[in-house]
């Protein structure tokens, strides 16, 4: 028997919706391994998910989707996968392979996509199940809490960066500096880029300026704006204008704001599953030849690459720890802005206790 966190239905998480059960240990099939979970990291997607902000296609569901384990059982059909072998399995569970998309190299756009924690139980439990083809070796420089961050949060802020179209020695603006954002400014800097973080929280500030940022302060959202007024980019004691923006905080009001951010011929990425509304804007925002655009998923190749440059820098992540026992609390203080850097389970610590 395994022990798995379960939504059966959505409900906000100060109620503490994720049940602990037990079920029988799953069986990979064909073409799918099986890993005996190590960590597990706690993501803004999940807090989608368990609050019902995402249409949910299956319940009951176990969230879950940077996980990080140990390779214990192979199902027929699995080459290149070994018993022993530590690997990652990330948001997108498999892509049908046959579609458009698909057929043009863009899986991560699949007509018919299975995501995990979302259409197939995820990692907040002691094991799990995925297609072996869409799992990711993990580099030995890394413990499980410090690799499973990079499993979601570092391997779609490697997305956005690429569709950013940032190059080496531009300026990149952050806006949002959570658990994505501080692997991509650390990635940002080992391209000689320079980086400017928009962020209301004091402790995101200083943790952006420890990771390298030479500007780091709250966004300017225009008139009307609550709270503290903000300086813009090229004021007196603002960032200088940026080539690219990374949007991470799911806060459609950002968008004017890093439009006026970049210089003409510029990106901006949105880096979100689900975002309120968008404001209208006037025309000269966006006028000068800027791009606007939103990054949706990841494929095989972002895994395989992220993590391969992610050793090579090494990327240093930082993980506020909790035990399998508090999945709920791991949840309710991510969303309360409680956590820097990136939330992780560490479920093999617990598991092992448990069964010794």
Same mark, same amino acid.
């Given at each position: 028997m395994v022990r798995a966190w379960l939504l059966h239905r959505p409900a906000d998480v100060a109620g503490q919706p994720l049940v602990l059960a037990e079920s029988p240990e799953p069986r990979p099939g064909p073409g799918q391994v099986r890993l005996r979970i190590e960590a597990c990291g706690v993501c803004r997607t999940d807090l989608h998910t368990v609050e019902g902000d995402l249409d949910l296609p299956v319940l009951p569901i176990v969230p879950g989707h940077q996980v990080v384990g140990v390779v214990d059982a192979v199902g027929a059909g699995v080459e290149g996968v070994r018993r022993g072998e530590r690997r990652g399995v990330y948001w997108l569970y498999q892509a049908c392979g046959r579609c458009g998309p698909c057929r043009r190299g863009e899986e991560n756009l699949c007509e018919r996509p299975e995501f995990t924690g979302l259409h197939r139980n995820g990692g907040y439990a002691e094991a799990i199940v995925a297609p072996a083809a869409f799992t990711v070796p993990i580099p030995d420089t890394f413990s499980a809490v410090e690799a499973a961050p990079l499993l979601c949060a570092g391997v779609i802020g490697y997305r956005s960066l690429r569709l950013s179209r940032l190059r080496r020695g531009e300026r990149l603006a952050l806006f949002g500096f959570g658990a994505s954002?501080?692997?991509?400014?650390?990635?940002?800097?080992?391209?000689?880029?320079? +980086?400017?973080?928009? *962020? =209301?929280?004091? !402790?995101?500030?200083?943790?952006?300026?420890?990771?390298?940022?030479?500007?780091?302060?709250?966004?300017?959202?225009g008139p009307g704006a609550s709270g503290a007024e903000p300086v813009a980019p090229s004021q007196p004691g603002g960032p200088p204008e940026a080539d690219r923006a990374i949007i991470f905080a799911p806060a459609g009001e950002l968008v004017p704001a890093a439009l006026r951010a970049v210089r003409p011929g510029g990106t901006v990425a949105i880096n979100a599953i689900h975002m309120t509304d968008i404001p209208s804007f006037p025309y000269r925002l966006i006028y000068g030849e800027r791009t606007l655009l939103? +990054?949706?998923?990841? *494929? =095989?190749?972002? !895994?395989e690459e992220f993590m391969r440059l992610a050793a090579e820098i090494p990327v240093r992540t930082e993980v506020r720890v909790y035990p399998f026992s508090e999945a709920n609390l791991a949840l309710r203080d991510l969303k309360s802005g409680a956590v820097g850097g990136a939330a992780v389970l560490a479920v093999a610590q617990e598991t092992q206790s448990r069964k010794g």
């Open positions: 954002a501080h692997l991509v400014i650390q990635v940002a800097r080992y391209w000689g880029c320079d +980086v400017v973080v928009y *962020t =209301r929280s004091p !402790a995101h500030q200083r943790l952006a300026r420890t990771l390298g940022a030479t500007w780091a302060g709250p966004a300017p959202l939103s +990054v949706a998923n990841v *494929t =095989r190749r972002d !895994a």
